[in-house]
């Protein structure tokens, strides 16, 4: 996890937007991830973006990607109570294999 | 189908039981993974098979013990276990070993050693 960085938490209200950053180390990596983990339960693949595109929107998600500065955010538009949960974001090439490789995750808490 | 199944999703064993976590997958995918996540932290590699065969072990304790026995199936032998292996035990999968493209990954075992 120390080589994908992430904020610890973040709490925002319902309706906000929320955004969460990420910053990696590997800029071999082609794709880079997001994923969700709801407690208790495993993780839940979000979106993904190619490292040649500089955003990608997916109904309320949008990911953008500064590959000169490898920083990767999440933005979650109109925040529901429902998206409460810990985001990770992961690059997947380690020393030229396809690992998939965490960041220490996001607990995004959304107050009512 | 796009699911990575894992059983059992809950598993209780005494330090000195044998146990197997299993994991299956039908996406024809030939890179499989476990993954061991300990509350509040990241999921951490333990495992990588591909084509079948072991590729990487990530100093990961002999009672844990990984086993491939066809393409689609990946299963995790427990025995001796310590306290401190109480976790999640997460199965991933993809399409291929090397290259970059998706990883699907399983609900997870929450597995308690007492």
């Known amino acids: 996890g120390e080589d994908v960085e992430q904020s610890l938490f973040l709490s925002v209200r319902e309706g906000d937007s929320s955004v969460i950053n990420c910053t990696y180390t590997?800029?071999?990596?082609?794709?880079l991830y997001w994923y969700k983990q709801e407690p208790g339960a495993g993780l839940q693949l979000l979106t993904y973006i190619f490292s040649n595109m500089d955003m990608k929107q997916d109904q309320r998600l949008t990911v953008l990607l500064n590959k000169k500065d490898k920083h990767l955010s999440l933005r979650i538009a109109d925040t529901q109570t429902g998206d409460s949960a810990i985001y990770f974001c992961a690059e997947t090439l380690r020393g030229g294999s396809y690992i998939p490789t965490f960041g220490r995750g996001t607990s995004l808490i959304v107050h009512p | 189908d796009t699911e990575v199944t894992q059983t059992p999703k809950h598993l209780v064993m005494g330090m000195t039981n044998k146990k197997s976590l299993k994991c299956e997958q039908h996406?024809?995918?030939?890179?499989m993974y476990w993954y061991k996540q300990k509350a509040k932290k990241p999921p951490e590699l333990m495992f990588v098979?591909?084509?079948?065969?072991?590729?990487i072990n990530e100093s990961v304790p002999s009672r844990f013990s990984p086993e491939c026995p066809n393409s689609s199936l990946l299963n995790l032998h427990l025995h001796a276990l310590q306290p401190e292996d109480s976790a999640l035990y997460l199965c991933?999968?993809?399409?291929?070993?090397?290259?970059?493209?998706?990883?699907?990954f399983g609900q997870g075992t929450r597995l308690t050693v007492v």
């Open positions: 991933a999968s993809s399409p291929t070993g090397g290259g970059n493209t998706e990883a699907f």
């Open positions: 098979y591909s084509y079948e065969k072991l590729s």
């Open positions: 996406m024809g995918h030939r890179a």
């Open positions: 590997d800029s071999s990596s082609t794709y």
